[in-house]
């Protein structure tokens, strides 16, 4: 029962986080239709920004999670400007984008390796503190993992509702075309959802990164696990990311439980094809109407 | 007076030039004192950081031999990216520029090329750990054996540790598989509980894994794998409150940095290098690679040099024919390198010095067993 709970626990923490990446990879395939998988190469950048600034320059950690969140938007301003707004621009298909997505992603991962080389780099390696409750572990940074990522998302979903920017950008992914028409700036809208995923990744990243070291080819799998989130959940739900998230974290933590560390990868496609399969619209997304279909 | 500047200036080219397409001609390598080795190894990719290193190796130690014999060892590198499909396509790479032998690091491509060289008598010499690889009439293993690793590690946790529950965690990958299965199987009679779990090496979170470990209530964890989730079990382990011994393999002394200080043991299964050593020939192997290559060398890099070393020193005594090469190396026995008397046993695996280290509360690395 002790390792049920426990198994729960983790698995929370882990949704957080996912829910996070979750968010950064919705927010820009709802609002903008690019799957951006150089999100993975944001993830990558993320934690070696973060260890450069801990690790190698002996910052302390606040000022240098600081300094992290501030290159990551300075990257993500980048991608935006540099590669995607270009294609925007041209109208290009969303095939062409997310081949170029690849490609950033691609490049990313590469020049970390040729800079820091392939072996994992450890931010910390002193032991984290424990909290014993009842026999369940819960490490610090576990603490921080889930109510940094757990409060971030919620923060986000509130504003998503409430703010009249976030409220268009929503839109924008439906009626792309109407946001110029009603003369409102599309660059600037653009670059407000780039920049907020670009923050929600970086949220994760750090923690990661932090918790448990980082090397140039991690990116790939946190970035599959966050999409699968985003259609498990539904991809027009927020909340339902992080539904899809906190789902796809216990059920990872129990079939790693019940069966074998293994099968852990497999269980994330085993879900994402059964729902794009039975339940395409995901978990609480609406079904379409059959004139929109 | 136009035209004579021109025809200076053509005569000029034409005497540069000509003069050295002769003197090339003169100086040409023919195949006849030419050792040509082709070697795969991952310049590019995940495992790009041990590919860099072991040419570094096997650059140093060819020029070495080239500056002391009349006979010259060129080698030739094809990246492999450790991935079976860019391993067959180097190796086809290599056979269209006339290599002699070939060199292969790595389990994965050296399965991905073995057929294709047993079907065309190509010697093929192996840094893998594999034992399957072994069946082949073509190929000599210049590495330790996953088995010689195995078996060390049984024996000094048998010897020394005496435990009652042992699990050992793995990476799901052939050698790990095969590594684990012969300790259950050695374990089987001293030991009361003895379990074992796999890991993805894709998946950083580890927790759940290092619970269901935990939750068995062992005295001693045997790690084996590489790669960062490799390291997040190590450090997990410690951080979720297991105070009992974790044992591992040479993989450790590549991370040994990286991982948590704490008062609990940690012992691996290594061979004598050591960044910190006290052997005077490692020692001074480590300044020299350093000082040509600005970085120290790993374990693997020190194996990678210690494998060519054997075959360059069978090359020099076979008339340089690639299967009396093979069948020379076969005869290797208490060879001098740097990490002590090499031989090459009767199943066609190097056997070299193993050892058991224990990590120290500065991060260094102690050898307990010998």
């Not at chain 1, 959802?193 to 790939?220: K, R, T």
């Not at chain 2, 200076?8 to 000509?18: D, N, R, S």
């Not at chain 2, 009361?192 to 759940?208: A, G, L």
Request: some cysteine.
């Amino acid at each position: 029962m002790i390792l049920l709970l426990q198994l729960l626990i983790n698995g929370l923490v882990q949704g957080a986080l996912v829910a996070c990446m979750a968010v950064a990879f919705g927010l820009v395939y709802r609002s903008l239709r690019i799957f951006h998988i150089a999100l993975g190469g944001m993830f990558i950048l993320v934690g070696y920004f973060f260890y450069t600034f801990v690790a190698l320059l002996h910052l302390s950690t606040p000022i240098a999670a600081g300094l992290t969140l501030l290159a990551t938007l300075i990257a993500g301003a980048i991608l935006e400007s540099c590669v995607y707004y270009p294609f925007a621009k041209k109208k290009s298909t969303s095939g062409v984008v997310m081949l170029a997505s690849l490609g950033v992603m691609i490049i990313i991962e590469n020049t970390i390796a040729l800079l820091f080389g392939n072996n994992v780099k450890s931010i910390s390696v002193d032991l984290e503190p424990t909290y014993i409750f009842y026999g369940l572990k819960v490490t610090r940074i576990q603490l921080y993992e889930f109510l940094i990522c757990a409060s971030a998302f919620v923060i986000l979903g509130l504003l998503i509702r409430k703010n009249p920017y976030f409220k268009v950008a929503w839109a924008m992914g439906d009626q792309p075309r109407l946001v110029p028409v009603m003369g409102l700036p599309l660059q600037k809208i653009r670059q407000l959802i780039i920049a907020v995923s670009s923050l929600m990744i970086a949220l994760p990243a750090a923690l990661i990164a932090y918790d448990v070291g980082i090397e140039p080819h991690v990116g790939m799998s946190y970035l599959l696990t966050a999409s699968v989130a985003v259609f498990f959940g539904g991809i027009d739900k927020y909340w339902g990311w992080g539904l899809g998230a906190f789902i796809l974290a216990l059920c990872q933590s129990i079939v790693s439980w019940k069966f074998s560390g293994e099968w852990v990868s497999m269980v994330t496609f085993i879900i994402l094809i059964f729902v794009l399969l039975f339940k395409p619209s995901g978990l609480i997304g609406n079904s379409k109407r059959l004139e929109e279909k | 007076m136009k035209k004579i500047i021109v025809g200076l200036c053509i005569v000029v080219l034409i005497a540069v030039f000509g003069g050295r397409a002769l003197w090339l001609y003169q100086h040409r390598e023919t195949d006849t004192n030419v050792v040509k080795i082709g070697a795969l190894v991952p310049t590019s990719g995940f495992m790009a950081f041990e590919g860099k290193n072991v040419v570094s190796a096997l650059n140093l130690l060819a020029e070495k031999m080239n500056a002391k014999r009349d006979v010259k060892i060129k080698v030739i590198y094809e990246d492999d990216k450790y991935t079976s499909k860019d391993s067959v396509s180097a190796f086809r790479k290599l056979q269209s520029q006339g290599v002699d032998l070939y060199f292969v690091y790595g389990d994965l491509p050296a399965k991905a090329i073995v057929s294709i060289a047993q079907e065309q008598k190509l010697p093929l010499f192996a840094m893998a750990e594999s034992k399957e690889l072994n069946d082949s009439p073509v190929v000599v293993n210049l590495s330790p054996s996953s088995t010689d690793w195995t078996d060390s590690i049984f024996s000094f946790v048998n010897e020394m540790l005496k435990p009652q529950n042992v699990v050992i965690v793995h990476q799901k990958d052939m050698a790990h598989v095969e590594s684990t299965k012969r300790l259950k199987d050695k374990f089987k009679d001293t030991v009361q509980v003895i379990n074992s779990e796999q890991f993805d090496p894709n998946v950083m979170e580890v927790r759940p894994l290092v619970s269901k470990v935990l939750s068995y209530k062992p005295d001693v964890v045997i790690v084996l794998g590489y790669g960062s989730t490799y390291t997040a079990i190590l450090n997990t382990l410690r951080e979720q409150g297991f105070t009992g011994t974790i044992v591992s393999d040479p993989n450790v002394s590549s991370i040994k940095h990286e991982l948590a200080k704490t008062p609990y043991p940690l012992y691996w299964t290594d061979t004598l290098f050591d960044d910190n050593t006290d052997i005077p020939e490692i020692k001074e192997f480590l300044a020299e690679f350093k000082e040509k290559f600005g970085k120290k060398p790993s374990t693997f890099t020190m194996m990678s040099y210690v494998g060519a070393q054997a075959l360059m020193n069978a090359i020099q005594t076979a008339e340089y024919k690639p299967m009396d090469i093979y069948n020379n190396i076969q005869q290797t026995k208490d060879l001098k390198t740097v990490l002590g008397p090499v031989t090459i046993d009767k199943n066609k695996w190097m056997k070299l010095p193993i050892v058991i280290k224990q990590l120290q509360p500065d991060g260094t690395a102690k050898i307990v067993k010998e």
